[in-house]
């Protein structure tokens, strides 16, 4: 995974219905659409009026908001976190995803596999230096 923290970028900030505002790169992928969390699009082909996902933390569970408002800033910080046993990230209470929908589903089956691996062998600093 990515993670560059003093890196800058330009940044999308996606403001929603569920008062929260994610800021990430125009390439970054989270999901979108009427279900969560099949269909993932680029941050730069999001509109205003397009579903994204929330976490309400209380529940423990996630629910629709609208993209209300779209702006363009600098940031710090580039990352790009894939999760040991694939999945969403969440990020800024907002549900994410680090890369394309075929690539999360591999994570979930091939990434445990590959953590063993590279722990049984001691070459897990090698993997993470060419990922």
């Known amino acids: 995974s990515i993670a560059k923290p003093q890196a ?3 940044f999308v900030a ?3 219905s569920a008062n929260r505002t994610l800021a990430l790169t125009p ?3 989270l999901p979108v659409g009427q279900a969560c969390c099949s269909r993932l699009q680029k941050a730069k082909d999001v509109r205003v009026g397009d579903t994204v996902w929330a976490v309400d933390e209380q529940r423990r569970a996630i629910h629709p908001a609208k993209v209300t408002a779209i702006s363009k ?3 710090h910080g580039l990352h790009s ?3 040991t046993h694939g999945g969403f990230p969440v990020v800024d209470g907002l549900v994410t995803s680090f890369d394309r929908i075929e690539y999360v589903a591999l994570a979930a ?9 590279c ?3 001691g070459t897990c ?3 993470l230096r060419h990922s």
């Open 8 to 10: 800058t970028a330009a």
């Open 14 to 16: 996606l403001a929603t």
């Open 27 to 29: 390439e970054h992928h």
């Open 73 to 75: 800033a600098p940031g």
């Open 81 to 83: 976190p894939v999760l």
């Open 109 to 117: 089956y091939a990434l445990p596999a590959a953590l063993a691996a």
């Open 119 to 121: 722990k049984a062998t």
């Open 125 to 127: 600093g090698m993997l």
